[in-house]
């Protein structure tokens, strides 16, 4: 049996936050789900609502802000709204298995260039798997 921890492990803090994902690493999860979304330049963030209203300090949809704007927001606990970069170059040395969950078709090709970049690089030991996937995007990588 896999434990995979929802929303990054939500239930050990915010959700969606590097933080709460490293938590629930130390506390024995195999993986971390994510939800990831496209900020309004185009790079992909970890949000799980179309809108910041529920889960930060700020308001508005999450496609109309820029992923520096996203980042200063307050997702609990001091912690950022990060973008997936971040959350890679953070969790890709561990044996963590990431799951990524796609919230709009929108996000599917900013993601998969990324992912497939470190990738490419070898910079990246863990498995990413995504879900709720276009074949559009796969077949452009």
Known sequence: MMIIAH????????????????????AGAHGVEMDIRCSLDNKPVLMHDSTVDRTTNGSGAVYQMTADKL??????????VPPLRKVLDTLRT??????????????????AEMVNS???????????NYYQF??????AN
């Open 134 to 139: 276009l074949p559009s995007a796969i077949d």
């Open 118 to 128: 470190l990738f490419a690089q070898k910079t990246c030991r863990t498995a990413c």
């Open 7 to 26: 929303r990054g492990g939500h239930a050990l803090g915010p959700e969606n936050t590097i933080g709460t994902m490293e938590k629930a690493i130390a």
């Open 71 to 80: 980042e200063t927001l307050d997702a609990g606990e001091g912690r950022a």
């Open 94 to 111: 561990t044996d963590a298995i990431m799951m990524l969950e796609l919230k709009h078709p929108a996000t599917a090709l900013a993601t």
